[in-house]
């Protein structure tokens, strides 16, 4: 029997296998060079605290160095100085820094990966109407834990300080002269005096201290009782439609009742964070479920400035007596310190 030949087509079959293998391999090997080892990225950590006010114009700035430092824009690329940047001005309510990011953490731009991290962050930014934020929060989910430190307020932020003072004793329920720090500032200089009139009468009614009220009603409105806001929120208190029907508002175009429900509003959220201003003026503007999600002051530049403006025009005072059998208080509150222990890092 004559040995078995192989054709010459075989052969090069074989042949060419051979080289294919070999060139997969290196293809693989050079891959595996080229992209670099995910677990390895590093994870920066959270700026220090800031020493002072920070103004809008530096929050911009932050910005602007971090997308150089991101892209190699005149500057070394560093992504992680660019997060450290990002942070500074996320946790001033910078939607645009948020969602950057964000992105960072979710691709792994020279950062580690923390998708749980970046929900919080892209929620952020979607709830102060950036549109591309919008999608990419829908699809990772609702966030979950505690927000990540650049969405906390700055530990030493003259509005936002997270060392609280000591609490102050709870209020009597039959309580109704003010806090004596109150009483001592002038109203408003615009505001009419048949408006500080009113409130000065009915202000007690509610156990608020005046003060409080026309600070409050000359931010929202101006003392305009035909203010209209984009969102719908109308008249001298800038009561939201749910809001008013909360707290029996009929008609929110009446000057009277207008007043009378930012009053009844006002002394809820007093006795939900327990006589806390910062809180309640947050709530107030953004909303309790935002202040309790992110445990203090949201991160939306709207409303820091809303809180610092207004705290700014009440000397800075953080307590208000308050009724504490209006409501039970905010679970929130029992949950401040052990965020305050978390590990300061980006995650």
Same mark, same amino acid.
């Given at each position: 029997?004559?040995?078995? %030949?192989?054709?010459?087509?075989?052969?090069?079959?074989?042949?060419?296998?051979?080289?294919?293998?070999?060139?997969?391999?290196?293809?693989?090997?050079?891959?595996?060079?080229?992209?670099?080892? =995910?677990?390895?990225?590093?994870?920066?950590?959270?700026?220090?605290?800031?020493? *002072?006010?920070?103004?809008?114009?530096?929050?911009?700035?932050?910005?602007?160095?971090?997308?150089?430092?991101?892209? @190699?824009?005149?500057?070394?690329?560093?992504?992680?100085?660019?997060?450290?940047?990002?942070?500074?001005?996320?946790?001033?309510?910078?939607?645009?820094?948020?969602?950057?990011?964000?992105?960072?953490?979710?691709?792994?731009? *020279?950062?580690?990966?923390?998708? +749980?991290?970046?929900?919080? $962050?892209?929620?952020?930014?979607?709830?102060?109407?950036?549109?591309?934020?919008?999608?990419?929060?829908?699809?990772?989910?609702?966030?979950?834990?505690?927000?990540?430190?650049?969405?906390r307020p700055p530990e030493q932020d003259p509005v936002t300080a997270a060392a609280k003072p000591a609490p102050a004793p709870r209020a009597r329920p039959g309580l109704r002269a003010p806090a004596s720090a109150f009483a001592a500032l002038p109203p408003p200089a615009n505001a009419p005096q048949p408006i500080v009139r009113f409130v000065d009468l009915v202000a007690p009614e509610y156990k608020l201290a005046p003060q409080l009220v026309l600070a409050v009603m000359a931010t929202e409105s101006g003392f305009d009782p035909g203010a209209l806001s984009p969102k719908n929120a109308q008249g001298l208190?800038?009561?939201?439609?749910?809001?008013?029907?909360?707290?029996?508002?009929?008609? =929110?175009?009446?000057?009277?009742?207008?007043? %009378?429900?930012?009053? +009844?509003?006002? %002394?809820? $959220? =007093?006795?939900?964070?327990?006589?806390?201003?910062?809180? &309640?003026?947050?709530?107030?503007?953004?909303?309790?479920?935002?202040?309790?999600?992110?445990?203090?002051?949201?991160?939306?530049?709207?409303?820091?400035?809303?809180?610092?403006?207004?705290?700014?025009?009440? @000397?800075?005072?953080?307590?208000?007596?308050?009724?504490?059998?209006?409501?039970?208080?905010?679970?929130? $509150?029992? &949950?401040?310190?052990?965020?305050?222990?978390?590990?300061? %890092? =980006?995650?």
């Amino acid at each position: 029997m004559k040995p078995r %030949r192989h054709l010459p087509g075989a052969r090069a079959a074989r042949r060419g296998s051979a080289v294919l293998a070999a060139s997969l391999f290196w293809l693989a090997a050079a891959h595996a060079q080229a992209v670099p080892d =995910l677990s390895s990225l590093p994870r920066p950590e959270t700026p220090p605290p800031e020493r *002072g006010p920070v103004v809008p114009a530096q929050v911009e700035r932050w910005r602007a160095e971090a997308k150089a430092y991101e892209y @190699g824009d005149g500057v070394p690329r560093d992504a992680v100085l660019a997060a450290q940047l990002y942070c500074r001005a996320a946790r001033y309510g910078d939607a645009e820094s948020q969602f950057n990011l964000a992105w960072m953490l979710t691709n792994a731009r *020279g950062i580690e990966r923390d998708e +749980a991290q970046a929900a919080h $962050l892209f929620a952020a930014a979607a709830e102060q109407g950036l549109p591309q934020a919008v999608n990419m929060a829908a699809s990772l989910g609702t966030p979950l834990g505690p927000p990540p430190p650049c969405l906390r307020p700055p530990e030493q932020d003259p509005v936002t300080a997270a060392a609280k003072p000591a609490p102050a004793p709870r209020a009597r329920p039959g309580l109704r002269a003010p806090a004596s720090a109150f009483a001592a500032l002038p109203p408003p200089a615009n505001a009419p005096q048949p408006i500080v009139r009113f409130v000065d009468l009915v202000a007690p009614e509610y156990k608020l201290a005046p003060q409080l009220v026309l600070a409050v009603m000359a931010t929202e409105s101006g003392f305009d009782p035909g203010a209209l806001s984009p969102k719908n929120a109308q008249g001298l208190m800038q009561l939201m439609p749910d809001t008013a029907a909360r707290f029996k508002v009929r008609k =929110l175009s009446d000057p009277v009742e207008n007043i %009378r429900g930012g009053m +009844a509003y006002l %002394r809820w $959220l =007093l006795a939900y964070y327990q006589g806390d201003v910062l809180f &309640t003026l947050a709530a107030y503007n953004a909303g309790e479920g935002a202040v309790d999600r992110y445990r203090g002051v949201p991160p939306y530049a709207e409303t820091r400035a809303y809180v610092r403006r207004i705290l700014a025009s009440l @000397g800075g005072q953080r307590w208000h007596p308050y009724d504490a059998s209006v409501t039970p208080p905010s679970p929130m $509150l029992a &949950t401040l310190s052990a965020a305050a222990a978390l590990p300061n %890092r =980006l995650r």
